[in-house]
């Protein structure tokens, strides 16, 4: 039985998180897919602890064993892996620390799982080409809709697909909050206090309402699907902030749906990439599934339309979809 | 740069029109997967043409000049090639004559493309295992709904979870004729030779109305998902053929959408999968997609619900999930 040897960088909520679930579902997963999974090192920004016969989350939960400095590349460096998970904060301005982490890690020959977004967000492609060279792979689902495997259906499915159009709604918080405008005619603000009431926002809700996170998420789409690396600089970007529960009646007697849409299309002046309020028809798919669901319709020359739906926001499903890349990767 | 040399067994329409594709696109094909597309080889039930320096679709077209008894496993046996494409009849008696190629191809260690159902239907379980034992990989996309990346999903994006129910419509042709009975109060005849006149059905519609080509479909796809080997005589299958338009008329009275729905389900007793007209509730996510597209909902405990929705049927587009499948091989 062949051993996998997983490095967790970030010991916070997540990377903790990950390794009760690895652990719970060793077993299950060796019978899955052949092998054994074992975690040799975890660390956080201040300092970590390697073993090479396993850590235990008992061993990682007493964070005061933890060797000071065995952090960033030095971790990267004295850890025994065969795969980097990095599950650390995401920085949209640097794509720190888990750009680093990755660095460190493609060079060594690891392959690398990514939770945060901003490394891919920001350096996708030549992280994506750095691994390319090294024959190693990186994984990014958590990284965008972690619940809705988009970049499994981009990379995989329509591979060899012309892909002229994506758009969708990639948070799930926003459609809920028009719905209740809607149905409860009442201000962004109460139906924002219903949201966070029921734990369906960031703590900071922000960069769902301003179109941030959706626009996030969308450029790591893009970037995947059209292969480029456009940036949040080129794309149009905005929120739900201003709509009144006047445009919203407006729009409903019109036999509109609002929705915060993003969409990415290749145009004949290059890739064009927008986050806006739009009003759907009511009989437009993307407004008539699930509010809660994330959703994106891909249209390819080759297929017409293709929809994808679902993908609650929990730390479970995230996860869920790192235990799916550890997957994948062992089946390389 | 790298050739792949394919053979492709059947020189009917999908045949050829495979070919032809793959002509078409060897350009572009080179440009984004970085190998050099060649078919070496194609046959027929009566005999083939072999040129290791590949053959055009002009050589092909002149049937004459095919070698007689340069079929079937003396095909494959002679045939200098890494890849078979199967894109022969299919036969869900017997599984010929894909279940053969399949056979003769994995022990020659090619890797093998279907495009017909019968060998995946029947014995999908026992040729992926001596697959795996050749190292070779068998692709199956166009045996089950095409268009729609249904086995894409759940052998990547959800091999890892656990698969609790997966439902969903498999033929476009039913949805279609039981929204016009219901729309235009017509007759299940009078709706069907709409749709023939549309081209929206198979020369012979039989399986199509009677679940039969759903549960084909759907036993793949089962398989797949629950890596078992259920047969037709597992199931329970109904299907549309008697269905009036008072039963439509008063189950929309009632707020109800009828669908030919297939679904499959772990139980206690085992895995359970049925095909039957199901009078789904106006608001559900699959009555409210478009008529035309096919739609699965995959349940995993991991991931709450998943749609996965589109899917024409086409001969373009099993011509495209052919192409990439090839691209998922050349990719290996």
Same mark, same amino acid.
């Given at each position: 039985?062949?051993?996998?040897?997983?490095?967790?960088?970030?010991?916070?909520?997540?990377?903790?998180?990950?390794?009760? &679930?690895?652990?719970?579902?060793?077993?299950?997963?060796?019978?899955?897919?052949?092998?054994?999974?074992?975690?040799?090192?975890?660390?956080?920004?201040?300092?970590?602890? $390697?073993?090479?016969?396993?850590?235990?989350?008992?061993?990682?939960?007493?964070?005061?064993?933890?060797?000071?400095?065995?952090?960033?590349?030095?971790?990267?460096?004295?850890?025994? &892996?065969?795969? $980097?998970? #990095?599950?650390?904060?995401?920085?949209?301005? +640097?794509?720190?620390? =888990?750009?680093?982490?990755?660095?460190?890690?493609?060079?060594?020959? $690891?392959?690398?799982?990514?939770?945060?977004?901003?490394?891919?967000?920001?350096?996708?492609?030549?992280?994506? #080409?750095?691994?390319?060279?090294? *024959?190693?792979?990186?994984?990014?689902?958590?990284?965008?809709?972690? =619940?809705?495997?988009?970049?499994?259906?981009?990379?995989?499915?329509? %591979?060899?697909?012309?892909?002229?159009?994506?758009?969708?709604?990639?948070?799930?918080?926003?459609?809920?909050?028009?719905?209740?405008?809607?149905?409860?005619?009442?201000?962004?603000?109460?139906?924002?206090?219903? %949201?966070?009431?029921?734990?369906?926002?960031?703590?900071?809700? +922000?960069?769902?309402?301003?179109?941030?996170?959706?626009?996030?998420?969308?450029?790591?789409?893009?970037?995947?699907?059209?292969?480029?690396?456009?940036?949040?600089?080129?794309?149009?970007?905005?929120?739900?902030?201003?709509?009144?529960? #006047?445009?919203?009646?407006?729009?409903?007697?019109?036999?509109?749906?609002?929705?915060?849409? @993003?969409?990415?299309?290749?145009?004949?002046? @290059?890739?064009?990439?927008?986050?806006?309020?739009?009003?759907?028809?009511?009989?437009?798919?993307?407004?008539?599934?699930?509010?809660?669901?994330?959703?994106?319709?891909?249209?390819?020359?080759?297929? =017409?339309?293709?929809?994808?739906?679902? *993908?609650?926001?929990?730390?479970?499903?995230?996860?869920?979809?790192?235990?799916?890349?550890?997957?994948?990767?062992?089946? $390389?």
């Amino acid at each position: 039985m062949k051993t996998i040897k997983i490095a967790i960088a970030g010991a916070g909520n997540i990377g903790r998180a990950l390794l009760d &679930a690895i652990y719970e579902q060793a077993d299950a997963f060796e019978q899955k897919h052949g092998v054994r999974l074992r975690v040799t090192g975890v660390c956080n920004s201040r300092g970590g602890l $390697l073993d090479t016969a396993g850590l235990s989350p008992k061993k990682i939960a007493e964070q005061s064993a933890f060797t000071p400095d065995l952090a960033g590349r030095n971790f990267v460096q004295q850890v025994d &892996a065969d795969i $980097l998970v #990095e599950a650390g904060p995401s920085d949209y301005i +640097t794509g720190e620390p =888990g750009l680093s982490y990755a660095d460190a890690a493609i060079a060594r020959g $690891l392959h690398v799982i990514f939770i945060s977004k901003g490394a891919m967000l920001l350096h996708g492609t030549q992280l994506l #080409e750095k691994a390319r060279k090294q *024959g190693v792979a990186i994984k990014y689902r958590c990284a965008t809709a972690s =619940g809705l495997p988009a970049i499994d259906l981009l990379e995989r499915a329509f %591979a060899n697909a012309t892909i002229e159009k994506i758009e969708g709604v990639l948070t799930g918080t926003t459609s809920f909050i028009l719905d209740k405008m809607q149905s409860q005619r009442c201000s962004l603000t109460e139906a924002l206090t219903e %949201a966070q009431a029921l734990g369906m926002t960031e703590p900071d809700p +922000t960069n769902d309402l301003n179109g941030k996170d959706t626009a996030c998420k969308l450029l790591i789409i893009a970037n995947t699907a059209f292969r480029t690396q456009l940036t949040l600089a080129d794309m149009s970007v905005s929120g739900i902030e201003s709509v009144s529960p #006047e445009d919203i009646a407006t729009a409903c007697a019109e036999g509109k749906t609002p929705r915060l849409i @993003g969409s990415v299309a290749r145009t004949t002046s @290059g890739i064009n990439a927008a986050v806006q309020l739009q009003y759907l028809n009511n009989t437009d798919t993307l407004a008539r599934l699930n509010a809660r669901d994330k959703a994106l319709r891909i249209f390819t020359r080759e297929f =017409g339309e293709t929809i994808l739906a679902g *993908g609650s926001s929990s730390r479970d499903a995230t996860i869920a979809a790192a235990m799916e890349d550890l997957a994948q990767i062992v089946r $390389l």
